[in-house]
């Protein structure tokens, strides 16, 4: 991995959640997208967040120069931790779900979305804006 840990401050960063724990690496469509946001926004930090358990271990040799892009492992139950979606998230319904890594997906989305970030990115939704306050 490039980097193990997030910008202290998460103001103006774009993040892109990969909810695969069994993928050993990063799609083109994903390293297109991660390239692209971190080169259009060079002052804004792009954060990868993948779950502890993830397969992928590196990103590939032409992205870790971007000094702007951060892997981030992350344990996604505790980021579920104190949000309203934190009920449904440890009741098992979405992991035994038909559909389980959509579903953590788009609560995870909306998860960081609720913690008020600037601007959020994947591969599904090309760009949003927010204006967040506490």
């Given at each position: 991995m490039k980097?193990?840990?997030a910008p202290s401050v998460l103001i103006q960063v774009i993040f892109f959640l990969e909810t695969s724990a069994v993928k050993r690496e990063f799609?083109?469509?994903?390293?297109?997208?991660?390239?692209?946001?971190?080169?259009?926004?060079?002052?804004r930090a792009v954060l990868v967040l993948l779950p502890a358990?993830?397969?992928?271990?590196?990103?590939?040799?032409?992205?870790?120069?971007i000094s702007n892009l951060y892997?981030?492992?992350t344990d996604f139950s505790k980021l579920a931790d104190?949000?309203?979606?934190?009920?449904?998230?440890?009741?098992?319904?979405v992991h035994g779900s038909k559909?389980?890594?959509?579903n953590m997906s788009d609560i995870l989305r909306?998860?960081?979305?609720?913690?008020?970030?600037?601007?959020?990115?994947d591969?599904?939704?090309k760009v949003s804006w927010l204006c967040c306050s506490d």
């Open positions: 980097r193990t840990s799609s083109g469509a994903a390293l297109c997208a991660m390239e692209s946001a971190a080169s259009a926004n060079p002052d358990s993830a397969a992928i271990q590196q990103v590939p040799s032409h992205l870790r120069h892997v981030v492992r104190g949000m309203p979606v934190q009920g449904l998230w440890h009741s098992g319904r559909f389980p890594l959509v909306l998860v960081v979305l609720f913690r008020c970030v600037s601007q959020c990115a591969r599904l939704v």
